[in-house]
């Protein structure tokens, strides 16, 4: 800081009668150096006009320290929802210091809007601790909390409880939010200021993340999750499941393991899980790593219903009719009565023939490329097919058979108005895009 050296100057003026005036010329300047982080002395000067005097020149200083602030410093979590420090400001030079200490966030974060901050005046700093009964202004935050102002006496000190605090609630949105609380302490006399500052930096514990999921195990229509709990569960009240980032259970915080349900064929899936406080509204952690899971492929004893990806609509021997010649369709797919949308792999050397459950005899059948039929046994290759996944963890199928034509579903209509299937050059357009999923 800059300071300047009190000087004096005399002026001697010839008055009537013979007699001699004394002028000075007074500059009172006060010196002091500036304040590191979290404590330290604050001190500046002033000047004053030119005045007459006829006594000795009076030096003074304005010194200020600021202590305390830094202890501020906290990790919130469950068993740490609140820091308590007694922050002083001190008096050290010889005039009086009127003062400003204003408390702040060094940027406005998340978290820096959501502590709530209070400061109130207390004797000393014994009278600040933990266990200190809360004063100040409510609802004021790191953003909102406002300047602290006052004089202090030449070696008078003032001490203020400062008290930043969380809930329990607010942990879960704020997971690893921090912010860098400040102090700035600003003391003025005259034309001179000095400037103090600390700072505290807080943040809120990453600990209700819970860890990724994996499988504990796999079918071809459901996976079984597992996961670990997070290291804080004070507050969590249970988990909230995610897959491919859409909410589709929650369950009691004493289960980590849920099954997943009615999933397709040879499906991969990414898998996330939140910590969750019931309180009203819900609380969540934010989601965990994703576990990348995926169901099996099909089997030779499943009845699978079969779904076009364009469609939506499923494989169906229309009508449930068990005569030779029923038609393939696309039908709107069934949750009950499913019988003649349900169908079997039935190995035949390097093929498959596909049965209908509602007619086992009755198999998928392709005599010509129009119109696809259900027939009895010993058609050749028009009754052989491969199931050919399209890519790994799609889920998607094409079905080819012998004769390199694959099950399309831009065929004619039958006589009822139903959209008869067909089979059609191999083009790996949507058409003949399936997805297969366990029929029980």
Request: net charge neutral; with cysteine; charged share 10%.
């Amino acid at each position: 800081m800059t300071s300047r050296a009190a000087s004096t100057a005399e002026h001697r003026t010839v008055r009537p009668g013979g007699r001699a005036v004394l002028s000075l010329s007074m500059v009172l300047a006060f010196l002091g150096a500036g304040l590191g982080a979290g404590a330290g002395e604050a001190q500046a000067g002033w000047t004053t006009p030119e005045s007459p005097a006829t006594a000795s020149v009076t030096a003074g200083t304005l010194g200020v320290t600021l202590t305390g602030f830094p202890a501020l410093q906290a990790v919130y979590s469950s068993a740490a929802l609140a820091v308590t420090a007694p922050v002083s400001v001190t008096n050290t030079g010889t005039v009086p210091a009127p003062y400003t200490l204003t408390l702040a966030a060094q940027t406005a974060t998340a978290l820096a809007s959501a502590v709530e901050v209070r400061a109130w005046s207390v004797a000393s700093a014994t009278n600040c601790t933990a266990t200190t009964t809360t004063a100040g202004t409510p609802g004021r935050t790191w953003v909102t909390v406002g300047p602290l102002t006052g004089t202090l006496a030449p070696g008078a000190s003032a001490v203020y409880c400062v008290r930043s605090s969380v809930t329990q609630a607010q942990r879960f949105a704020l997971v690893a939010g921090s912010v860098t609380a400040t102090a700035t302490l600003t003391a003025a006399q005259g034309n001179w200021t000095g400037t103090a500052t600390a700072s505290a930096p807080q943040s809120m514990a990453d600990t209700l993340t819970p860890g990724a999921p994996t499988a504990a195990a796999a079918t071809d229509s459901s996976i079984t999750l597992a996961w670990t709990a997070p290291a804080d569960t004070a507050a969590v009240t249970g988990y909230r499941i995610l897959r491919d980032s859409v909410v589709i259970a929650t369950v009691p915080a004493a289960n980590r393991t849920f099954t997943d349900l009615a999933l397709t064929v040879a499906t991969r899936h990414s898998y996330t899980v939140q910590a969750v406080d019931s309180a009203s509204p819900v609380d969540v952690s934010p989601a965990s790593p994703a576990g990348i899971l995926s169901t099996t492929g099909r089997t030779a004893t499943g009845w699978y219903s079969i779904r076009n990806t364009t469609s939506q609509l499923c494989v169906d021997g229309e009508a449930a009719a068990t005569a030779e010649g029923t038609a393939l369709i696309s039908f709107p797919c069934k949750t009950a009565g499913a019988g003649n949308q349900n169908w079997q792999f039935v190995a035949t050397g390097a093929y498959v023939r596909v049965a209908a459950r509602y007619a086992p005899t009755l198999f998928w059948d392709s005599a010509n490329t129009t119109a696809s039929i259900l027939r009895g046994t010993a058609r050749t290759n028009s009754q052989q097919w491969t199931v050919v996944e399209i890519a790994p963890g799609s889920g998607t199928f094409l079905f080819r058979n012998r004769n390199n034509m694959c099950l399309d579903v831009a065929g004619g209509t039958t006589a009822t108005g139903n959209p008869q299937l067909r089979v059609a050059a191999c083009d790996g357009s949507a058409l003949q895009a399936f997805t297969l999923t366990n029929g029980g």
